[in-house]
């Protein structure tokens, strides 16, 4: 079975610029999970998809950030326009049914250097 | 609110040494999931366990066993014997809010 597929691995962009993450979940999960890792930090959830619908966008800078799910497979996360702060490792995750006890598979993230 | 505390921020320890790797949570949910993952050098996280709230039971899979104690809200990790493949960034989550730990970078030294 095919784990989660994140492109591109790594991104060097200057402040000010737009730059997006490509994630493909796991055959069959119906809920895929963006995660911000800030260097030497635990990962941090900024959304959440059920299918194509958001389930938990309550950390994700909605000024500059925006995700979309469209055909609830694969997802693509943008950063417009892209801060110092936001240089981290984002990574994709999936799981069967976004329940609690669902287990989250994760992808080997996208680590952004915002210049 | 939902948090999680790996106060270890680094361990190291010589192969073959036993080490146990801290978590303590904090919730006001009364049915909640807690979870290890472990994330090598390659920064992929792997699934280690889960364990849910209701079931205190002590787990024991190979060198790894798991330390379950809702009296003090901690889901400890023992890795027996450790070998120099051990060797990574350790996380505990608690779910259903999807909160991780900081981390404990655990590094075994041949």
């Known amino acids: 079975e095919a784990g989660v597929a994140q492109s591109p691995r790594y991104k060097i962009i200057e402040k000010r610029q737009s730059v997006a993450f490509w994630c493909n979940p796991i055959s069959g999960h119906a809920t895929l999970y963006w995660y911000q890792q800030i260097l030497g930090q635990g990962p941090k959830l900024l959304i959440q998809?059920?299918?194509?619908?958001?389930?938990?966008d309550s950390q994700l800078p909605k000024d500059r950030f925006s995700a979309e799910r469209l055909k609830g497979v694969d997802s693509t996360l943008k950063i417009q326009p892209a801060k110092l702060e936001d240089s981290a490792v984002y990574l994709c995750a999936s799981s069967v049914n976004g329940r609690s006890r669902d287990t989250q598979y994760f992808g080997p993230g996208t680590r952004l250097t915002v210049l | 609110a939902q948090k999680v505390t790996q106060a270890q921020t680094e361990i190291s320890v010589v192969e073959k040494e036993d080490v146990t790797l801290d978590c303590v949570y904090e919730t006001r949910d009364t049915t909640y999931y807690l979870f290890w993952y472990k994330q090598p050098p390659s920064g992929e996280l792997v699934f280690l366990i889960r364990r849910n709230s209701f079931d205190e039971q002590n787990e024991i899979s190979g060198r790894y066993s798991w330390n379950f104690q809702k009296s003090t809200s901690s889901f400890n990790f023992t890795i027996t014997a450790s070998q120099v493949v051990d060797s990574a960034v350790y996380f505990c989550?608690?779910?259903?809010?999807?909160?991780f730990g900081k981390g404990t970078r655990l590094s075994v030294i041949a």
């Open positions: 998809f059920q299918n194509n619908g958001v389930v938990d």
């Open positions: 989550a608690l779910s259903p809010r999807k909160v």
